[in-house]
């Protein structure tokens, strides 16, 4: 299990940010690293997997590629996943789940592929184990078997993680459509606030819901591993050593920097809705850094910076539909930002605007990454972007916007143009 091809998917416009977190956590040298569309191969050990799965903010899952091959038909998976050796990976008392994704795919059924591709491996088990094959369970499966083809080829995997990375085992409360903590990671890391290049700039997340940015950023300046508090697919497999495992969640606990008593706070966040506040503090106290973030209730229109002096806002606002909620601070158990009854059109143009001119006039000194899918977002908020990084929120094709805030009045700098692909 030394020579393992890993893949760890990612939303696109991510890889940027992925490929050198994956050396940063495995030491092992750029030439075992491939950039892909979505994600990032990378020819390491089964250690190292345990060991992306315990510290890795922005990948998605952890995969192994057990198979490459070339494809007609169905016939030809089957074959394929045959030859794949199963058995030193799992035991038939594991439950399996096959999923399939395409690109560019033939085949006029996945649904039918996945059946072959399940059927080869029971079918393998059944001749290996004595006639005993794997149980499928499509809802709480043991192992996750994912097959991705395309126009010709057939990629097997083999899933480490379980559920997905993004859920790191501390979210109990949240609100409607939380940000995943991937793509909050994510946004923190395309700021550079964490790079290491200089001391910690205060952060702050004006719309907070239910605290997933500032709670990313406080787990990233405690040294807090992203899956220290879960369970992975791993820990149920063959090549599985539970006294390896547990020596990294060890070193990983001993590696947590707290700060010290009377320290500025140097995290917070705040909405305009109590009940959120509420939500994103339980959060931080199970994530390990309640004492770390100071949250507060308050609207966005409103709200002073929390500090002087300047830092870094990093924000994902509401946006279409979700603009159009309404609600002011303490005014009902909807409200989730500030106030959005000022939001007059259904794109939140006048709220954005508003925004900005608070920003102008009280925020001199930070600077703003503000995730939206609305690329015409400077234009309304009458802001010229500093930088523009694509980044994908689910099936959204969004752009993080950084903007600078000096003092001055708003609408003398005209928004960029959005560059050429």
Not at 144 to 167: M, N, Q, V
Request: hydrophobic residues 40%; contains cysteine; proline residues 6%.
């Amino acid at each position: 299990m030394n020579q393992l091809q890993l893949f760890l998917p990612c939303a696109a416009g991510v890889e940027d940010y992925l490929a050198p977190e994956i050396l940063q956590i495995t030491g092992l040298p750029p030439g075992c690293i491939t950039k892909q569309r979505g994600g990032v191969a990378v020819r390491t050990s089964f250690a190292h997997a345990m060991l992306l799965n315990l510290y890795s903010r922005l990948a998605q899952r952890v995969l192994v590629l057990l198979s490459y091959t070339e494809y007609r038909n169905e016939q030809d998976l089957y074959r394929a996943a045959c030859e794949v050796p199963w058995e030193r990976w799992f035991t038939p008392r594991q439950s399996i789940k096959v999923e399939v994704t395409a690109q560019h795919s033939p085949l006029t059924s996945l649904n039918f592929a996945a059946l072959k591709v399940k059927d080869a491996v029971c079918d393998r088990f059944r001749e290996k184990a004595n006639g005993v094959r794997p149980d499928v369970d499509t809802q709480w499966p043991d192992v996750r078997i994912f097959a991705h083809l395309t126009t010709d080829a057939c990629s097997l995997y083999i899933d480490t993680s379980g559920e997905p990375l993004f859920k790191r085992g501390w979210r109990e409360d949240k609100g409607d459509a939380p940000l995943k903590e991937t793509l909050a990671a994510a946004m923190i890391a395309a700021s550079g606030w964490a790079s290491g290049e200089e001391d910690l700039l205060p952060l702050y997340d004006p719309c907070c819901g239910s605290g997933t940015v500032a709670i990313e950023a406080a787990q990233i300046a405690c040294n807090i591993a992203a899956g220290s508090l879960r369970r992975f697919a791993f820990e149920k497999y063959v090549p599985f050593q539970p006294q390896a495992w547990a020596a990294l969640k060890q070193e990983a606990a001993a590696n947590v920097v707290k700060p010290e008593p009377g320290q500025t706070t140097l995290i917070y966040g705040s909405d305009v809705s109590h009940r959120m506040v509420d939500f994103a503090q339980r959060n931080a106290e199970r994530a390990g850094v309640g004492d770390v973030i100071e949250f507060r209730g308050g609207d966005a229109l409103q709200r002073m910076p929390p500090i002087e002096g300047g830092g870094v806002m990093v924000m994902n606002p509401p946006y279409g539909e979700r603009i159009g909620i309404g609600g002011v601070a303490g005014e009902g158990e909807q409200a989730r930002f500030g106030a959005r009854e000022l939001a007059h059109t259904e794109d939140g143009g006048e709220f954005f605007s508003q925004l900005a001119s608070h920003w102008k006039k009280h925020y001199a000194g930070w600077s703003a990454w503000v995730l939206t899918p609305d690329l015409k977002l400077p234009g309304k908020m009458r802001l010229k972007e500093s930088r523009r990084v694509p980044m994908w929120n689910g099936p959204l094709e969004c752009r993080l916007f950084r903007f600078d805030m000096v003092a001055g009045r708003v609408g003398k700098d005209k928004p960029a143009q959005e560059p050429r692909a």
